[in-house]
Nanobody, 124 residues
């Protein structure tokens, strides 16, 4: 069983930055490719960013590419999402996700484990 615990969400103004963290309670952290997804009110959960097990590969949704950066720290069993130049449309609950079969988890249906989510609200 893998537990994912997100932190770092909050209320910020447009243009600000936030860093989300996802602590992974598994000694097999390196077995999992990790991703971030988000869900806005009334919308489906959508892919944001993913990082491979080795950390060598990353992939981003077009809406966040160039503004968000995903990274991992194997020593701390933690994945981060650095979010810069935030926009009101980035407002959503952000979920950390783990998957152990594909290189980069970009699809909701492939995810094996989810965190509980952290709220990010960007005001205009």
């Amino acid at each position: 069983q893998v537990q994912l615990v997100e932190s770092g969400g909050g209320l910020v103004q447009a243009g600000a930055s936030l860093r989300l963290s996802c602590a992974v309670s598994s000694r097999s952290f390196s077995r999992y490719a990790m991703g971030w997804f988000r869900q806005a009110p009334g919308k489906e959960r959508e892919f944001v960013a993913a990082i491979s097990r080795s950390g060598s590969n990353t992939y981003y949704a077009s809406s966040v590419k160039g503004r968000f950066t995903i990274s991992g720290d194997n020593a701390k069993n933690t994945v981060y999402l650095q979010m810069n130049s935030l926009k009101p449309e980035d407002t959503a609950v952000y979920y950390c996700a783990a998957e152990n079969q594909v290189l980069l988890p970009t699809t909701v249906s492939y995810i094996d484990y989810w965190g509980q989510g952290t709220q990010v609200t960007v005001s205009s």
